[in-house]
Nanobody, 122 residues
Framework: QVQLVESGGGSVQPGGSLRLSCTASGLTLDSRDISWFRQAPGKERERIACISRSREPPVYDDSVKGRFTISRDNAKNTVYVQMNTLKPDDTAVYYC???????????????WGQGTQVTVSS
């Protein structure tokens, strides 16, 4: 059984940083394209970053470009998103998801994590 688990969320002041982790059991993450999503209260879930299983460059939503960095550590079977210069608008539940159609392909995901809360507030 595949399980994705996010961790690293928490509360931080504006301008601060957090690093979220997505680990997996029952699945080797480097065999999948891994995306990070977030969902704020009253808003739709949005994809913010994606790292493909090929050598394509990562993809970022404009709202996080230049502030967030997605990366893999295959030895740890983990995908990270480093979030810098956080803003109150970044407050949301963050999810990771695994797919096979590439970061520019069909947005169909085979597995999701349960989410981790990020709160940015002074």
């Amino acid at each position: 059984q595949v399980q994705l688990v996010e961790s690293g969320g928490g509360s931080v002041q504006p301008g601060g940083s957090l690093r979220l982790s997505c680990t997996a059991s029952g699945l080797t993450l480097d065999s999948r394209d891994i995306s990070w999503f977030r969902q704020a209260p009253g808003k739709e879930r949005e994809r913010i970053a994606c790292i493909s299983r090929s050598r394509e460059p990562p993809v970022y939503d404009d709202s996080v470009k230049g502030r967030f960095t997605i990366s893999r550590d295959n030895a740890k079977n983990t995908v990270y998103v480093q979030m810098n210069t956080l803003k109150p608008d970044d407050t949301a539940v963050y999810y990771c998801a695994a797919g096979v159609y590439g970061c520019h392909g069909a947005r169909i995901y085979t597995d999701w994590g349960q989410g981790t809360q990020v709160t940015v507030s002074s």
